[in-house]
T-cell receptor, first 104, second 115 residues
Framework: RKEVEQDPGPFNVPEGATVAFNCTYS??????FFWYRQDCRKEPKLLMS???SGNEDGRFTAQLNRASQYISLLIRDSKLSDSATYLC?????FGAGTRLTVKP | NAGVTQTPKFQVLKTGQSMTLQCAQD?????MSWYRQDPGMGLRLIHY???????DQGEVPNGYNVSRSTTEDFPLRLLSAAPSQTSVYFC??????????????FGPGTRLTVL
């Protein structure tokens, strides 16, 4: 079983939609959590860190639930430019990534 | 800062050949790692290092060797390439300073094909 499990999708949504991604992690000792964005044939880049108190960056909101060992990413008002693969990470372990396509 | 650099960008090998993928970072990061990315499998950790002279195995270390003689460089060696090692390889680095965010910075990747 992978340390970080993520729904691979794909998610196909219209512009303006709200979409949510979830990941679960198995190592209860994991300390730091992140969401990365990866565009086609490019390297992953940090989207945002995830804190227990939850954090928001514009249209993006990340949450961490330590009791249930999952992290989530909410994207509001989706844009065409949000189309990418989103990877969750717990410490140095990554989920498989969720492919998002936002359509006009 | 160049960040994390990787060479080569593309490589084609024949089964049984050996080669070294190069990785360097100029951010004075203690932690460096190698991942491979295959369709549907996400990023899988091959080897990692928490500082010069220290390396350890990740999830999928078989067939790969690493060394960390300096803080900046972390080469990955394929000893005898196999078709199963066809993949995209990413090197990454981060700080272990608990006062700083330890997000990982990735290199641009090496696309390896083993025939």
């Amino acid at each position: 079983r992978k340390e970080v499990e993520q729904d691979p999708g794909p998610f196909n949504v219209p512009e303006g939609a709200t979409v949510a991604f979830n990941c679960t992690y198995s190592n209860s000792a994991s300390q730091s959590f992140f969401w990365y964005r990866q565009d086609c044939r490019k390297e992953p880049k940090l989207l945002m860190s995830v804190y227990s108190s939850g954090n928001e960056d514009g249209r993006f909101t990340a949450q961490l639930n330590r009791a249930s060992q999952y992290i989530s990413l909410l994207i509001r008002d989706s844009k065409l430019s949000d189309s990418a693969t989103y990877l969750c990470a717990g410490d140095m372990r990554f989920g498989a990534g969720t492919r998002l396509t936002v359509k006009p | 800062n160049a960040g994390v650099t990787q060479t080569p960008k593309f490589q084609v090998l024949k089964t049984g050949q050996s080669m070294t993928l190069q990785c360097a970072q100029d951010m004075n990061h203690e932690y460096m790692s190698w991942y491979r990315q295959d369709p549907g499998m996400g990023l899988r950790l091959i080897h990692y290092s928490v500082g010069a002279g220290i390396t350890d195995q990740g999830e999928v270390p078989n067939g790969y060797n690493v060394s960390r003689s300096t803080t900046e460089d972390f080469p990955l060696r394929l000893l005898s390439a196999a078709p199963s090692q066809t993949s995209v390889y990413f090197c990454a680095s981060t700080t272990l300073d608990p006062r700083r965010n330890n997000e990982q910075f990735f290199g641009p990747g090496t696309r390896l094909t083993v025939l």
